[in-house]
């Protein structure tokens, strides 16, 4: 159990184009979800933190504006990257908290890799 | 703020040795969590252990076991008889509790290679 899903797995986009990133907990309620940015060799940075039916929460130097995030249901967040440019190119990961689960557990996705061109 | 400091960027062991990966972090809170996650080349982050700071008790799992020292504000990993799908790159992470701050801090990383 507690399988959290991305979609897509890789995309490729021009530069001005706007890409969309699924999370999806698969088989459990999901009231928190969390975005991070991974940049290669780097550790995870975390970017906004998302709770259902509010406005996300975003770390301080991320843009609003650029990365948009929506969080409709227990089990579906997403995350637009606007206007993408080279420099937003990374591999971005999301996590959802089990609120049930022992020690509010955050099960992670395996991540999108975004290759702006 | 929470800060986790990983000292060793990379660290190697021999099949079927020991060995350990050193963490530190610093935090004002009494209670809180600390966990330390496995990202293989997969890039999946995979939970490999977790210690709750008002256990006193070091947390095991199977091969894995840490050394929590609360007053030192050190928590370190233990990996024995390593395989060689223990390969990976190893995150320490911190976790307040209580209230809305479920947000993980994490560590830089070391990344482990396991030789035959």
């Known amino acids: 159990g507690a399988v959290v899903s991305q979609h897509p797995s890789r995309v490729i986009c021009k530069s001005g184009t706007s890409v969309k990133i699924e999370c999806r907990s698969l088989?459990?309620?999901?009231?928190?979800m969390f975005w991070y940015r991974q940049f290669p060799k780097q550790s995870l940075m975390l970017m906004a933190t998302s709770n259902e039916g509010s406005k996300a929460t975003y770390e301080q130097g991320v843009e609003k504006d650029k990365f948009l995030i929506n969080h409709a249901s227990l089990t579906l967040s997403t995350l637009t990257v606007t206007s993408a440019h080279p420099e937003d190119s990374s591999f971005y990961i999301c996590?959802?908290?089990?609120?049930?689960?022992?020690?509010?557990?955050?099960?992670f996705g395996p991540g999108t890799r975004l290759t702006v061109l | 703020a929470q800060t986790v400091t990983q000292s060793q960027p990379e660290m190697s062991v021999q099949e079927a040795e020991t060995v350990t990966l050193s963490c530190t972090y610093d935090?004002?809170?009494?209670?809180?969590?600390l966990f330390w996650y496995k990202q293989p080349p997969s890039r999946q982050m995979i939970l490999v252990i977790r210690?709750?700071?008002?256990?006193?008790q070091n947390a095991t799992e199977n091969r894995f076991s840490v050394n929590f020292q609360k007053a030192a504000k050190s928590f370190s990993l233990k990996i024995s008889d390593s395989q060689l799908g223990d390969a990976a790159m190893y995150f320490c992470a911190y976790r307040g509790s209580g209230g809305s701050n479920y947000k993980l801090t994490f560590g830089k990383g070391t990344l482990l290679t396991v030789n035959p």
């Open positions: 088989d459990f309620q999901a009231t928190t």
């Open positions: 210690q709750e700071a008002y256990k006193q």
């Open positions: 996590s959802a908290r089990w609120r049930t689960g022992v020690g509010n557990e955050q099960f």
């Open positions: 935090t004002s809170e009494s209670d809180y969590y």
